[in-house]
């Protein structure tokens, strides 16, 4: 049973950037595939980025060019890298496997002057 954990929300200005983590319990992480999805509020959960045990990425177009996904599987963690941060990027953040296992408690990004 993998167990994923998220941290690195804040607060950040317009144009600015946030490194965000999903952090990894269990010794098979590297077997899934892992997505970031945020939920604002009043606004479904959406997908926005993904990469597959292979290291092969996907993005949202609303944050393509901006949003990088990686993972270290020695680490047991995926991280979203968000530059260029718009007040539209709020919400709050979550990771999860594919297929889908437990939600965790979200790490809140807000993007505000």
């Known amino acids: 049973q993998v167990q994923l954990v998220e941290s690195g929300g804040g607060l950040v200005q317009p144009g600015g950037s946030l490194r965000l983590s999903c952090a990894a319990s269990?010794?098979?992480?590297?077997?899934?595939?892992i997505n970031w999805y945020r939920q604002a509020p009043g606004k479904q959960r959406e997908l926005v980025a993904l990469?597959?045990?292979?290291?092969?990425?996907h993005y949202a177009d609303s944050v393509k060019g901006r949003f990088t996904i990686s993972r270290d599987n020695a680490k047991n963690t995926v991280y979203l890298q968000m530059n260029s941060l718009k007040p539209e990027d709020t919400a709050v953040y979550y990771c999860?496997?594919?297929?889908?296992?437990?939600w965790g408690q979200g790490t809140q990004v807000t993007v505000s002057s």
């Open positions: 269990g010794s098979i992480f590297s077997i899934y595939a």
């Open positions: 999860n496997r594919v297929p889908l296992g437990t």
């Open positions: 990469i597959t045990k292979g290291n092969n990425t």
